[in-house]
């Protein structure tokens, strides 16, 4: 499944104090991506999440800095160079597992598999492909 929205990172957790009680929320940047993306997933998958042991596999595609030289360009869209900046990998793959929570799967806990990659692309997008295993 292609899902053509630019990655975000989760980050760290905000609180609000309110009285004697402490509330945490996601930052606006990460809970917009979190709604967007589900949305998203939605439209594509419907409403039927896999249940049972998953095999999941998630390819990030981060837009290319515009600084950059023509030949530096073209050697992150071709994969000789890939992204080995922040964000981190797994900052991506936590926003994007709590985003498709319920919607592709029942819970991310059902995953026993994950393969993550960051690559560099004209057109930034999220890339999803689960397997249920047997």
Known sequence: ????????EQARPRAVRRGKRIGMYD???????KRELRQLAKNRFGDDPFDGELSVEIKFYRPIQKSLSK???DRRLSGEHRPIVKPDLDNYVKSTLDALNGVLWVDDARIVELHAFKYYSDSPRIE???KELV
């Open 128 to 130: 999803v492909v689960v």
């Open 27 to 33: 930052p606006p940047k990460v809970s917009k991506f």
């Open 71 to 73: 030949k530096e360009s």
């Open 1 to 8: 499944m292609i899902l053509d929205i630019e990655p975000v």
